[in-house]
């Protein structure tokens, strides 16, 4: 299998989509000029020969994108089959940030895309308490008053028209699409300073990161485009390929595709061995002349 990503050398290297980095893999970076604009195009892939069934992307990392392969080789006298299914996993965006999900359809208001974020930002902190608050037996009475607190922040800083401002507090150049308002989310917890465990808030922000990153990598895949080609032996008799050209099967998706639900590409061809097929047919007949020459000699004796 080889994987190659091409793209500016931000996109080449940002979260979104990471190649297999273990030693399994030959990495191999390069760079080109565009053809129309002149400016670089950057590329960066990894080759490693598979089997069986491979969890591709990183791995064990939360919110990352997730792509497993699975190449099987099915064995029987006169045939062999193989089928190949991977599968990018779904992203289920409208069910944790719907408005975001609206955005990266529609680019481009800012209004939408301020709203998308505090969806982001609230669906972070409210999973956030839950995980913590989980370990630290915080009640779920007090976890839902510090969610209506943030989200009555949230519709004031809206109705003021200072929402940008207070998501964007730090002042610092963004290298991800949306960061965490860290100094207010801490200013809105003390309220609930003398409710809540002595760690709950540094936890709950570290666990909100993580959260935040999920979304990131989804916003990031937003501009990607996937091609897939994948070739098997035979005759191919099953796939969900865009196009098939005699043994070669071509895909074109991007994250639309797999916003929710996942997308899988499968494909299954067969290899027939005609010279045992011949000898079965040639043995099956050979044992029906015997058959019917028992018979008959059976018949003459009577």
Known sequence: MKIESQGDKRDIYDKDFVLPTSDRWNIIEDQRLDSDSESPIFLRSAESLLMGENLLGENGKFGSLRYPVSVEKKES??????????IFDGRGVDGKYPM??????????????????????????????EDIGAELNVKALIRERILNH???????????????EILNDDGLEKVEPLTLPEELIRTNFRP????????????????????????????QLNDDTFKFVAMLPGVIFRSNADSISNDSLWWKFDLKDFMNEPYTIEAASIVYYPQK??????????????VLFLITKRKAKY
């Open 77 to 86: 006298f006169f045939s062999d089959t193989y089928v190949l299914t991977q």
């Open 100 to 129: 975001l999900s609206k955005v990266l359809y529609n680019p481009g208001n800012k209004k939408s895309e301020s709203i998308a974020q505090i969806e982001v930002v609230m669906y972070s902190l409210r999973k956030a308490m």
């Open 150 to 164: 943030f989200n009555g922040v949230f519709f004031k800083a809206e109705e003021d028209k200072k929402l940008f």
């Open 192 to 219: 609930f300073t003398d409710s809540l465990p002595k760690n709950f808030v540094d936890k709950s922000i570290v666990r909100m990161r993580k959260y935040l990153s999920e979304a990131n990598v989804t916003i």
């Open 277 to 290: 097929i011949q000898q079965a047919v040639v043995l099956g007949a050979l044992i029906i002349l015997i």
